[in-house]
């Protein structure tokens, strides 16, 4: 499985942005998608992700503002982030949560920037 992420950018405190992934591959193999993200000198954190029965998992810092959809037709996870504040600056993952022969394995696509401004 491929992950293309895109969407991220310089946005100001209290802005939106929404990020997109799109999977190819072998995406009928895919458990769950999601986000992480890391800032500078921090560990990287699960933002949110959605399993493919529709389940849904948020960090409560993002609770209320940010929502993970998907679109099955075209393969393709959406993070809608609202009320963006400062904190929320790092760098964007797309995660996937793959189903190989034995076990699962992790799929990453590149990292996107996200920039609040004060």
């Known amino acids: 499985v491929q992950l293309q992420a895109s969407g991220g950018g310089l946005v100001q405190a209290g802005g939106s942005l929404r990020l997109s992934c799109a999977a190819s591959g072998n995406v009928f193999s895919i458990a769950t998608t999601g986000w992480y993200r890391q800032a500078t000198g921090k560990q990287r954190e699960l933002v949110a992700q959605i399993a493919t029965g529709g389940s849904t998992n948020y960090a409560d810092s993002v609770k209320g503002r940010f929502t993970i959809s998907r679109d099955n037709a075209n393969n393709t996870v959406y993070l809608q982030m609202n009320s963006l504040k400062p904190e929320d600056t790092a760098v964007y993952y797309c995660?996937?949560?793959?189903?190989?022969?034995?076990?699962?394995?992790?799929?990453w696509g590149q990292g996107t920037q996200v920039t609040v401004s004060s």
């Open positions: 995660h996937a949560a793959v189903a190989g022969t034995i076990s699962f394995y992790n799929s």
